[in-house]
């Protein structure tokens, strides 16, 4: 069993940025692929980001791409989600997610254990 914790999430204003991190616990964190999807209001949950187990590979969605980064601290067990220039599509509860077989990185599917999710809100 993994447990994941997310935090760093808040009201941001468009342009601003936010870092989300997602604390994991109960398993070796290094043999997990990590991965963050998205839920807005009213919407299907959404790919984000993904970082394989090394932390070398990566994977974004297009809508997120040159501003988001995900990374990784294996000595930490913490995955971040660095958001820059926000925009209020970004709105929505962001989602923490880990996979031990993961092949397909952005389908949701593939992942075995997620976190309770964190609210970013940004305002126009």
């Known amino acids: 069993q993994v447990q994941l914790v997310e935090s760093g999430g808040g009201l941001v204003q468009a342009g601003g940025s936010l870092r989300l991190s997602c604390a994991a616990s109960?398993?070796?964190?290094?043999?997990?692929?990590m991965g963050w999807f998205r839920r807005a209001p009213g919407k299907e949950r959404e790919f984000v980001a993904a970082?394989?187990?090394?932390?070398?590979?990566?994977d974004y969605a297009d809508s997120v791409k040159g501003r988001f980064t995900i990374s990784r601290d294996n000595a930490k067990n913490t995955v971040y989600l660095q958001m820059n220039s926000l925009k209020p599509e970004d709105t929505a509860v962001y989602y923490c997610?880990?996979?031990?077989?993961?092949?397909?990185?952005?389908?949701?599917?593939?992942?075995?254990?997620w976190g309770q999710g964190t609210q970013v809100t940004v305002s126009s």
């Open positions: 109960g398993r070796t964190f290094s043999n997990y692929a």
């Open positions: 970082i394989r187990r090394s932390g070398i590979i990566t």
């Open positions: 997610a880990a996979g031990s077989t993961v092949v397909r990185a952005t389908a949701a599917y593939e992942y075995d254990y």
